[in-house]
């Protein structure tokens, strides 16, 4: 239990886990251009965060400890992620496209934003589930009731992210194979996704080759999701590039 402990509790400048995570990517906010893509995934994912830890202090979780701890493993995946490509070293590949292309010109931040949710949610999550299985001594059928209200937010907020990021009526015509593309991706068949590879690897975890080559193989499905959703895109002729803005920006 000692994993599960440091999750109750909060840290010497009396954060709670959650606020410490808050913080790093508070941190990252101010240390990245607003255009930068990794930037612009970072400003959604606070959103997230943060809303998440309002509900766990409102208490909308019943089980309080593992919301904290799914909350945190997940959040941790994501700022390793951010660590290994700082430090020169290759992300998971889910990561890989988000990290390459960052500061491409042609793509647009509604693209940034969605790639990112697509490699933290159809990779991230379900190992996520799995390592809080761990930490907590339970199944993921245990987890299922947090799991789902932590996706009921992650879909609310995909709606104000493409109210918010995606081109004005105007462009939408113009950007047609961009509408067209983002409109094949689903936040909420990438979380179903993510539950079914957890329950997966759960079912594995006593056959580590099949696990490795389950996780492998998802990472490397999800990082080609991510590659086509970030395909650049000319700007419209005679027009203004097509950059929306999330609140707060």
């Known amino acids: 239990m000692a994993q599960t402990e440091q999750f109750a509790t909060r840290d010497a400048r009396d954060r709670s886990p959650v606020e ?22 970072n400003r959604v994912y606070l959103a997230v965060t943060e809303e998440i830890g309002r509900h766990i202090e409102g208490g909308a979780f019943p089980d ?16 390793t992620a951010v660590d290994t ?10 990561w890989r496209p988000l990290f390459q292309y960052r ?3 042609g793509v647009r931040p509604v693209q940034f934003a969605l790639a990112g949710i697509n490699a933290h949610i159809g990779h991230d999550l379900a190992l996520a589930v799995v390592d809080s299985c ?17 996706g009921d937010i992650l879909v609310l907020l995909e709606e104000r992210i493409r109210e918010d990021l995606m081109p004005g009526p105007d462009l939408l015509e113009i950007a047609d194979p961009l509408t067209h593309l983002l409109g094949s991706w689903s936040l909420e068949r990438a979380r179903d996704g993510a539950w079914s590879a957890a329950r997966l690897l759960w079912g594995v975890r006593e056959l580590p080759d099949l696990a490795e080559e389950f996780t492998e193989r998802l990472d490397t499905g999800v990082g080609l999701v991510g ?23």
């Open 134 to 150: 761990h930490a907590l001594g339970c199944a993921p059928a245990d987890l299922e009731g947090e799991f789902d209200r932590v």
């Open 64 to 79: 309080r400890q593992a919301a904290v701890t799914l909350d945190v493993l997940f959040a941790r995946r994501y700022l």
């Open 103 to 105: 500061r491409h010109p």
């Open 20 to 41: 410490s995570v808050v913080e790093r990517m508070h941190s990252f906010r101010s240390s990245w251009p607003a255009t930068d893509g990794v930037a612009v995934f």
């Open 85 to 94: 490509a700082a430090s020169g070293r290759r992300p998971p590949a889910c």
């Open 227 to 249: 590659r086509c959703l970030l395909t650049p895109w000319p700007a419209p002729l005679n027009g203004p590039a097509v950059y929306g803005s999330l609140p707060g920006m």
